[in-house]
């Protein structure tokens, strides 16, 4: 976990470690570091479905548990032969650890199939382009089926029969993560809704208790490095968990992943949705979010926590 965490700041040294090798008289090592990133940033990636498995390491780590019956299991499971998902993860958190862990979690539990022995639910996953270029990062994260979250391929992932899994409060949730409080950012993110309206998928809500007390952060929402990470879709913060290093906290009372039920398939009356069937659909996933939040939050050891949604 720790090793997973580091990789944010190894790859920020390793780059800042360019112009401090040539001023310090050793150009061939700077065009070595230079040359290293680079090859680490473009060589092919592809999905490795063995490595979802990874995150079942981390399931006593955090005290992970889940919400999910066996009969609700099976409802998925049969949901699933006909239906495609777009799976929402709240929060974000500054490293979202929690993404891991739903990935070893779906890949093990979520399958169709009356003994749960055929394939699994677990689609792709769509993230900010920017991170697709870090070096190790982007491997990591091609292993798990992440891409790109620009729409069209989001869409055409959809429309080949994929299930798909989001974090919605993207950068912007980032800044918002605390130990102490619960915030999402939703209100304005319509993509999702519209994304639905167009492919038929079913919109599901996913909070993680725990997800917001990995670590701590030096920045806030209002900051000025926080409103520039948001124009430019990349994150500039300091993070840090034990002993100030990158060693995540582990969540008081663990980490539960409270899975809401799938809203209703909807598709738009007629050609493009329109801006009220956006907001309705916007509408109902907020409120299933909310009680979803308000329905586990005692089971998650957090009876008095309340969520923010902005």
């Known amino acids: 976990v720790t090793v997973f965490s580091s990789l944010f700041y190894l790859v920020a040294a390793a780059a800042a470690s360019v112009p401090v090798l040539y001023a310090l008289g050793r150009p061939r090592a700077s065009v070595g570091v230079v040359g290293v990133l680079v090859v680490l940033g473009v060589i092919p990636t592809r ?10 390491l981390w399931y006593e780590m955090f005290e992970m548990r889940h919400n999910v019956s066996q009969e609700r299991m099976d409802r998925f499971a049969e949901a699933a032969e006909t239906d495609r998902f777009i799976l929402g993860m709240h929060p974000h958190g500054i490293v979202p650890l929690q993404a891991v862990l739903w990935c070893a979690y779906c890949d093990q539990y979520l ?3 009356p003994d749960r022995s055929g394939p699994t639910l677990y689609g792709f ?3 900010a382009s920017v991170v ?3 070096p190790v990062l982007r491997t990591i994260l091609a292993w798990l089926a992440g891409g790109p979250a620009d729409y ?3 869409k055409a992932g959809l429309e080949a029969g994929k299930n798909l899994y989001m974090l919605p409060g993207g950068l912007a949730e980032i800044f918002t993560a605390r130990r102490d409080r619960h915030v999402v950012v939703w209100r304005r993110r319509r993509g999702l809704c519209r994304l639905a309206l167009e492919t038929g998928a079913r919109l599901v809500p996913l909070y993680v208790f725990g997800g917001e007390a990995f670590f701590d952060q ?3 929402s209002d900051s000025a490095l926080a409103r520039l990470s948001r124009k430019l879709q990349v994150s500039f913060t300091l993070f840090w968990g034990q002993a100030f290093l990158p060693i995540p906290f582990r969540p008081p009372s663990g980490v539960l992943l409270a899975i809401a039920d799938p809203l209703p398939s909807v598709r738009a009356a007629r050609g493009p949705p329109t801006p009220a069937e956006i907001d309705d659909l916007h509408a109902k996933y907020e409120r299933a979010l909310l009680d979803l939040f308000d329905r586990y939050k005692a089971a998650a ?3 008095d926590a309340t969520l923010e949604v902005r």
């Open 47 to 56: 999905e490795w479905p063995a490595f979802r498995q990874f995150g079942q």
């Open 111 to 113: 399958r169709v199939g």
């Open 125 to 127: 996953g769509g993230m």
């Open 132 to 134: 697709l270029w870090v």
């Open 152 to 154: 069209a391929t989001l």
């Open 218 to 220: 030096l920045l806030t």
């Open 301 to 303: 050891g957090q009876p």
